[in-house]
């Protein structure tokens, strides 16, 4: 299923740079961050960024990625947490923040609630050939260990945030809201908190069955082992939570959620599934990540009164 866009307008960063500090109220100049290690590159509070997330693990052939520092970030003794956020096949690691408008969504809800909002890293989840590798490590890709071990290493290693990854989420749209309940299930303690947005319930490329032969090589043993369902039936999770959601005008994904939900609720975890007016594409992921934002803020420490 092909991810569908529509054109947006970014607010420059100057505007955001308004809204505030660690909180979205207070004030403070912008903020240019050296990287540590061997990149020469530097991020600024209140931007959004480009860099490369070496692959030093997984050995996965990754497009760069975006880094959102919120206005602020540095100052004082506070660390932010961390929203990882994963694009649709075919995607972008910039969608979320040109057709998604997730900073101005935070950055709205930071203000209203007097709460913080956190950095944001938007990592390459399809390869530098933009394809449906499952979210997996399979012969195509180590995209699990990129996602699981590369990229919160480079976080932890370069930038301040809370490293206490039970603050930590992640949210995905289509095949990246698959690979966010993915990764929920295989990592509870990186990703305890996760967003699938019309994601399919296991997965697939059209089938399971084609999934094991195109990607697997036909080892069914291969895939069971990192299929979010199989796992579901043999371990609990009382310490995780997500949201599932999908349009109601959003098939094949709308039928497939309640499946997903029921091997989550069955496993401990706490999950909420909801249909918001729409199809598959971001008009749809910004209404559910929008309505979200009260579940999330809760579950990331970001409301106001936490440090």
């Known amino acids: 299923m092909r991810v569908k866009t529509k ?9 955001l740079l308004a809204a505030g500090c660690a909180t979205a109220q207070s ?11 061997t990149q020469q590159a530097s991020l600024t509070a209140g931007a959004v960024s480009t860099v490369r997330i070496p692959a030093a693990s997984s050995a996965f052939r990754a497009r ?15 660390k932010p947490p961390v929203l990882v956020l994963l694009s649709g096949v ?10 998604g408008e997730v900073v101005q969504a935070l950055d709205e809800y930071a203000t209203e609630h007097n709460g913080r909002m956190p950095v944001i890293v938007a990592p390459d ?5 933009d394809e449906d590798l499952l979210c997996m490590d399979s012969p195509l890709g180590n995209v699990d260990a990129y996602l699981s071990q590369d990229v919160p290493a480079w976080v932890n290693a370069h930038l301040r945030v809370d490293g206490n990854t039970r603050n930590w989420a992640v ?6 809201g698959t690979c966010a309940f993915e990764l929920a299930v295989r990592h509870p303690k990186l990703y305890p ?3 699938d947005f019309s994601g399919e319930d296991r997965p697939m490329r059209e089938t399971r069955e084609a999934a094991i032969d195109e990607v697997f090589n036909g080892d069914e043993a291969a895939y069971d082992r990192q299929d979010p369902l199989k796992i579901l039936e043999t371990k609990k999770f009382p310490e995780s939570a997500g949201v599932f959601a999908a349009g109601d005008d959003d098939e094949p ?22 249909v918001v007016p729409g199809g598959h594409d971001w008009d749809t992921w910004s209404t559910a990540f929008r309505d979200s934002l009260p579940f999330l803020n809760e579950r990331m420490g970001l409301e106001a009164g936490n440090p």
């Open 7 to 15: 054109v947006r307008f970014a607010v420059p960063a100057a505007v």
């Open 27 to 37: 004030s403070a100049p912008a903020m240019t961050v050296p990287l540590t290690g």
């Open 64 to 78: 760069d990625a975006k880094v959102y520092l919120p206005p602020g970030y540095g100052a004082g003794s506070a």
């Open 90 to 99: 075919p995607g972008d690691v910039a969608d979320w923040f040109d057709d």
């Open 125 to 129: 989840d399809t390869g530098v050939d």
């Open 171 to 176: 949210a995905g749209v289509s095949y990246g």
């Open 193 to 195: 908190t996760f967003l």
């Open 253 to 274: 994904f709308t039928s497939q959620m309640p499946n997903a939900v029921d091997a989550a609720e069955k496993a401990g975890m706490q999950v909420k599934s909801m």
